[in-house]
C-alpha cells in the first residue's frame, strides 16, 4: 500500500480535540511519510454551529464520504454553555455520521499499558477488545414524549435491534477473536429483563458460533460484567454488546486500563459503502482546551486503528511499540501535548 | 413500635436464599425479640415451579400483600439448568413483585466498610445510597419482535419513563440527601443520546431540587460516571438514576465497596399501598447452594434496611453496629454462612 496517498478527512474538533488530532496526524506521518498522506480538513463543531447555525450539512457530508477515512477529535461544547443546547452536536456531528456511514462495528481496544496506572490495586494483564454495535439500539433515535414539560408526561426511548445488524457484529467479533491468542467472545447484554433483544443477540452469537468451531463463547448479564471488570478483567478477550451497553462497559474498560486518556477506537464500516472514522473515546474537555495539557496518546492510538485497518499493518503495528515504549518511559515530569506527540513520531 | 408485632412474609426462593435468609431472619429477631417477629414462608422459586408449574399465582400475590413487608432471598435457576427458561423465574417473581406492589424506590446503599476489601487500589471512603427506579423504564416488559428467528428479526425494546414515576424518586432521593451530611445528589443518565427520557428527568431533578435549597445537585453521563466510580468514588452522595442504569451502576457500586456479598437492598412502596421488599443485591448463586459458603452480610444488612423503613430505628442502628464490628474483626479463617449469622446476632 505504501506507494499509495492515503486520503484522509481530519474532523478535529471542539475542545482538546484539534490539540491531540494534530499530534495523531503527526505520528501517523512519520509512520507511513508525509508524502503518502493527503489530508482535508473540515471545521465542524461548536465554532461552525455559533457562526453558521450548521452542524453537518448534506453537501459536507457526501465531501467527507469521498475520503477513504476520517480522523476525528472530538465534539461537544462546555456544560455550562448555555448557547449550545447540551447534546446537539454530539448527535448531529459523532453520531450522525456513524449512523450515516453504517459504523456497524465500533471497535474499542482495552490494553493495561506498561506504565499506564490502573485504579485497581490488582489489574493483572489486560487486553481485551470490545465490538460495540454502532448503528442500531437505542441509539437510533426513536423516542418521543408526550404531555411534555407537563406532570402527566410519558418519554419514552425504543432500542431497535435487527437480525442484520446484530449479526455483523457478532461475526465480526468472531472473526477477531479467531485471530487472538484466546478465542473467547463474550455477549454482554440483560436478556433476563429484554427478552426480545436479548434473545436475538442470544441466538446469533449461538448461530455464528457455529461458523466459528476454534472460538468458544460465553454470555454475561451487563451488570455482572460490572464486576467482573473490575475484579478479574483478565478474563476478558473479545466482548461483543450492544450500542448502549457497549458505551457504558467502554467508559469502564478505558478507567481499568488506565483512563480515558489512552482509550482509542475505530468506527468501521465494514462494507466499504463509506469511510470508516477513528477517534479517542474522550471526549472534547474544554476545560483544558488550548492548554497543551491533553494527553493525545488516544489519538495517536486511533491513528494506529486506522493504519491497521487501512491496510498498514507493518506501520500501525511500529506507531503501537512507539506508544508501548513511550508509555513505559513515562516519568512523573508533565509533558505538553506536542512534546508526547514529538516523542511518540519521533521513535516511529 | 416494639410493641407491635413486625408481619413478614418470607421468600427465602433458590440457591443460597434460604440458607442467607434464614440468618438475616436471625438477626432481626434478636435486634427487636423473637416475640415481635411473625413470619410467613412462601416457597417461591425453582422447585415450586418445577413440581406445579406456577410461579407467582395472584393468589399467591393477595395473600403477600397481606404482610407489613418482605424479606426476600434470590430466585433464579442454575445458568445451566435447561429445564427452567432462563430469566423466567426473575421476571415472573422478582419483578412481578417489584412492580405488583409499586416499588417505587429500589433503595441501594454502598458502604465501604471497615475489613472489606475494595478492588480498587485508593478506594477512599465510599458512602453513598443508589435510588433505582423500579417500576419503569426498560424493565417494563415493552417489547416485541418480529420476524423472529429469521434473518430479517426485528427485536424492540421500549424504555417508559413518566413524569409521575420519575417525581416520585426524585424527590425520594432529595428528602433522603438532605438528612445526610453532604446533601448532594447526582442524576445518572444518558440525555445526550436518549433526548426525551433524559430530558423528562432533568426536568424533574431541577424542579424538585428547587424544592430543596439546601441540598445541591449534578448531572453526570451514566458513561462518565463509570469512571468516577472507580478513581472517585467519594466523589457520590446519592445517585437517582433509571431502572437500567441503576441495575448496572449498583452493581458496581456493590464491587468497588467489596462485592456483592455485602450489597443490600430495599425495594420501597412509598405510598403505603403495598408491603417493602427487601432483599440482598446478589443472585441465587446456585454453584455454592447448600454449602454454607455463602456471606449472609447482605441479606443481614437487608433485614437492617427492613427495620430502619418499617419504624425500628433503633434496632436496624444496633444491627448496623453488629455488623460493622464483625466485618471490621474478620479475620483470615473462613466462617459457615450460619456462623456469620450466629456472630452478628450475638452481638446485636
Ligand atoms: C458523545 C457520545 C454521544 C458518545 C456515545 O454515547 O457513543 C461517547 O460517549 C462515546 O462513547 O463515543
Ligand atoms: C435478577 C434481575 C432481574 C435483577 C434486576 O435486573 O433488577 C437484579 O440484577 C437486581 O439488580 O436486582
Redesign the interface.
Known amino acids: 500500500m505504501s506507494n499509495n496517498v492515503l486520503d484522509l478527512a481530519l474532523i478535529p474538533g471542539d475542545g482538546i480535540g484539534p490539540e491531540v488530532t494534530a499530534e495523531a496526524l503527526k505520528v501517523l506521518k512519520a509512520a507511513i511519510g508525509a508524502d503518502h498522506v493527503k489530508t482535508t480538513e473540515y471545521g465542524l463543531g461548536a465554532e461552525h454551529w455559533l457562526s453558521t447555525g450548521e452542524t453537518l450539512p448534506d453537501e459536507t457530508l457526501a465531501a467527507i464520504r469521498q475520503h477513504q477515512a476520517i480522523l476525528f477529535g472530538a465534539v461537544g461544547a462546555a456544560p455550562n454553555d448555555t448557547r449550545i443546547p447540551?447534546?446537539l452536536l454530539?448527535?448531529e456531528i459523532l453520531?450522525k455520521l456513524r449512523f450515516a456511514f453504517d459504523h456497524a462495528v465500533n471497535f474499542r481496544p482495552s490494553v493495561l499499558y506498561p506504565g499506564a496506572t490502573?485504579?485497581?490495586?490488582?489489574p493483572g494483564d489486560i487486553d481485551f477488545v470490545v465490538f460495540r454495535e454502532g448503528t442500531e439500539g437505542?441509539?437510533v433515535?426513536n423516542?418521543?414524549?408526550m404531555?411534555?414539560?407537563?406532570?402527566?408526561?410519558?418519554?419514552?426511548?425504543?432500542?431497535?435491534?435487527?437480525?442484520?445488524g446484530v449479526?455483523r457484529v457478532v461475526r465480526a467479533a468472531f472473526e477477531y477473536a479467531q485471530q487472538r491468542q484466546r478465542k473467547h467472545v463474550t455477549l454482554l447484554h440483560?436478556?433476563?429483563?429484554?427478552?426480545?433483544?436479548?434473545?436475538?443477540w442470544n441466538?446469533i452469537v449461538a448461530e455464528v458460533g457455529e461458523e466459528f468451531p476454534d472460538v468458544t463463547h460465553d454470555y454475561l448479564h451487563?451488570?455482572?460484567a460490572?464486576?467482573f471488570m473490575?475484579?478479574d478483567p483478565n478474563r476478558f478477550d473479545v466482548i461483543v454488546t450492544d450500542n448502549?451497553f457497549g458505551?457504558?462497559?467502554?467508559?469502564?474498560a478505558?478507567?481499568?486500563t488506565g483512563?480515558?486518556g489512552l482509550a482509542a477506537s475505530g468506527n468501521l464500516n465494514i462494507t466499504g459503502t463509506a469511510p470508516s472514522m477513528y477517534e479517542p473515546v474522550h471526549g472534547s474537555a474544554p476545560d483544558i482546551a488550548g492548554t497543551q495539557q491533553a494527553d493525545p496518546t488516544a489519538a495517536i492510538l486511533s491513528a494506529a486503528i486506522l493504519l491497521e485497518q487501512e491496510g498498514y499493518a507493518e506501520a500501525a503495528q511500529k506507531v503501537h511499540t512507539a506508544v508501548w515504549d513511550d508509555l513505559a518511559a513515562r516519568g512523573a515530569t508533565a509533558r505538553t501535548t506536542s512534546q508526547v506527540g514529538d516523542a511518540i513520531a519521533a521513535q516511529v
Chains 1, 2 share one sequence.
Open positions: 447540551s447534546g454530539e448527535r453520531l490502573s485504579p485497581l490495586a490488582n437505542l441509539y433515535g423516542g418521543g414524549s404531555r411534555a414539560g407537563t406532570e402527566y408526561e410519558v418519554a419514552n426511548e425504543t432500542s431497535v435491534n435487527t437480525a442484520y449479526k440483560k436478556h433476563n429483563v429484554l427478552v426480545h433483544a436479548g434473545h436475538l441466538r451487563v451488570d455482572a460490572m464486576i473490575t475484579t448502549m458505551d457504558i462497559v467502554t467508559d469502564l478505558a478507567a481499568v483512563g480515558i
